[in-house]
């Protein structure tokens, strides 16, 4: 399929900070990539020329034309434990409430979770998640059937090893031709995983070629007993241990020395950032400020539902900027731009596919969000990076593309019947809690 | 006009947390206020009976019902500033961008920056607002036109006194027998007002028995140089002064000794959180829990649309809680319900207008909103209370009734032409900016 959007603000995600970063314009897709992104009206001509009768239009006037979002760190399925347990000490969350309902989940509920999830997703604007869940294989399938792009990430964890190996090699077999399913490996964290465990993970990760996602410094408690185990930092035993000898995405990264922060920019680690859920969880502020001046690649993810509570990349950009102005007790750190290229560009750049996502560029693949500007929270228009990250909601999102497909139009989700996904998962949590 | 409300998840806020505090439920409403709220429906049925021919019927099914949100602190106008300077030092912020334009706007500009600002609070749910700014008359006015509810504050300050004078008295002769407009002084604060003029409008604030409305204590260079000029904190230096001698809320109270706290919680002052506007502008966290802890009425505000960059109380909400399970660092920290009471029950007690705003109960004004739980973002239904904090937006608000009067309707605004506010609002600030 062909598509040109006409008449958009285009925001491609190019320029070096928010001066001049959009343009009144035109983007030609050809199948599943960016043909042209052009403010020459001509080129757009051509390109309804060359594809005549065979070109789906899209108006874009009033709308911001920008990459869409990258969710670098979530349990998609975790969507269906939204609001089963908030208020409660970690231990006592994960243990008496979140556990035990996991414990019951199977395919099919991570398959029909990570499909509501996914739904939430799209209608605001994200187009690609890393998952790290068990049963990645449901959560690929899901990925397939709603038409988003995931990097799944198969997840080894000590007491359910059985059940990961089985569940990378079905990932393999079944989704080694998708366009829109990669791989990453997914060891969970130093806590549940022993030494033996790990290089398992580092050797698969060798073995398939793919890079590794891991949870990383999230709590102080974390830092604590890794101190007491290991005499060391969890950065510093990851290193040690040549976790980062993998093209690794670290998740958190909320408690993080000077040295560790050196040891991630040498070994090119990208970190995935979750400041409403290390806020709603009480973990603590990650140094972002800090890692980005040292050479960190730092994106944004949203973490699971039910320690967010939503999916809602808009919000998550807002929070890292507002929340290491705070931190930092400048007002000029994290500004809209960097944000957004947190969201876009450094989420593209963290998966291994710089310059194939998080961009609009001939030749990159066609994640394409229309944001409608058309809302009094919007106006007046001053500043438009100001207002997408400052401003908008996830509700303004008005067009999402994904791989060259028309996936929300209008916002409406043309990939899923949305009242059925979620009755689907209202069912599931309604009988896993009654048992 | 009666209006009856059937078959709703009512919300009424008068339950002592978060375990029971909905039913399924009807409301009746006659004229201005609310006649009964009641899970018995053959009450619904004699309601009919008595308004035959006269009563308006909503259908609540699958909608949450509760309170209308009570904004207790922000500066309305500023939305037509909204995005015109950010990510910049506070001191460059005001001097160099929000000033200057704030210094060419005169009353038509702060009435239609106000129809903006009351506009997006109204299909945000939002139903009353506490609003301190030049030209509190344009505010009044824009109130009353757009059918929003107004604690109005004509605002004191050392260079433009004579601006002040005429304001309030502007206000008192043309809105004093207004059903939506009330009025409290709005001392600006301590850095912007003599003693003399403090002391003007604490003897204004007796002389019309209304309460003050004060900046306090919002960053630490008002603390240091309070401390220089004074020799003790702007809390201690306000209750010298007598202001607590009215009924003051106080908005912001980041910088905050155990000491001032004790002095807010034994004048019975109210504090309007501002946690979005405190992050933005890099000022700090207040000690929301500590003050909680003490006795002292906590409310939430948004501050003006030029440091947040919205009027949101959902997100207020969410950011209150979130941001002080960071500051204590503790998960159970302003659990979601607290977060609830806040924007709605502690909003009316800071306004002076506990039991008549803020809660659903017979004799109470009809401040209604219908809130859509059929959003993917809110599946499951588990805990409605934790879905409404942490998961909520804005655009889930559906119907807002103020003062028993529908003013949306299915997201859509009666009382404005969107369009034509948010136009107006562009032209202004174009004029404004190219001036």
């Known amino acids: 399929m062909n598509i040109l959007i006409s008449n958009g603000i285009i925001l491609p995600m190019n320029a070096p900070d928010g001066d001049n970063a959009y343009f009144n314009g035109y983007i030609g897709i050809e199948n599943e990539r960016i043909a042209f992104v052009s403010a020459d009206s001509l080129q757009a001509d051509e390109f309804m020329a060359k594809h005549t009768g065979d070109c789906t239009q899209i108006d874009a006037t009033g709308k911001i034309v920008m990459p869409g979002l990258i969710n670098t760190h979530t349990h998609v399925a975790m969507a269906l434990l939204r609001g089963i347990s908030d208020d ?22 991570v398959y029909d979770g990570a499909r509501l999830g996914m739904l939430e997703m799209m209608m605001g604007g994200t187009t690609t998640l890393v998952d790290m869940y068990p049963y990645e294989e449901a959560v690929a399938e899901a990925a397939e059937s709603t038409g988003i792009r995931a990097v799944v990430c198969p997840c080894p964890m000590d007491f359910r090893m059985e059940h990961f190996e089985n569940d990378w090699r079905a990932v393999k077999k079944r989704f080694s031709d998708s366009r829109l399913v990669t791989m990453m490996m997914g060891p969970h964290a130093i806590y549940t995983l022993s030494d033996n465990n790990l290089q398992r993970s580092i050797s698969l990760s060798g073995e398939l070629g793919v890079g590794s996602h891991v949870h990383l410094a999230e709590t102080k408690t974390e830092q604590d007993n890794c101190m007491v185990q290991h005499g060391m930092s969890p950065t510093e ?84 900027s507002l929340l290491q102005k705070l931190a930092t007790m400048d007002p000029c750190s994290i500004p809209a731009y960097t944000a957004l290229q947190m969201a876009t560009v450094n989420g593209a750049k963290a998966i291994g596919r710089e310059g194939e996502l998080g961009i609009l560029a001939p030749g990159a693949l066609a994640d394409i969000l229309l944001v409608n500007l058309e809302k009094p929270h919007l106006y007046p228009h001053t500043n438009l990076v100001s207002e997408l990250v400052y401003s908008a909601h996830s509700e303004d999102v ?38």
């Open 237 to 320: 035993y990851l290193e040690k241990e040549g976790l980062f000898s993998t093209k690794t995405l670290a998740a958190h990264c909320v408690v993080m020395s000077d040295h560790d922060i050196e040891i991630l920019a040498r070994h090119k680690v990208s970190v995935a950032h979750n400041p409403q859920s290390n806020m709603k969880l009480a973990s603590g502020i990650a140094p972002v400020k800090k890692m980005m001046d040292a050479g960190v690649n730092v994106a944004i993810g949203t973490d699971g539902a039910s320690s967010n509570n939503d999916l809602d990349m808009w919000e998550e950009m807002r929070t890292a």
């Open 398 to 435: 008005d067009t999402v593309i994904i791989n060259g497909r028309i996936v929300v139009e209008n916002r409406r989700c043309l990939t899923m019947n949305a009242q059925e996904v979620c009755q689907t998962a209202q069912k599931h949590i309604d009988r896993l809690m009654s048992k």
């Open 88 to 109: 409660v000490p970690l231990m006592e969350w994960l243990e008496q409430h979140i556990w035990p309902i996991e414990g019951k989940m199977g395919y099919k509920e």
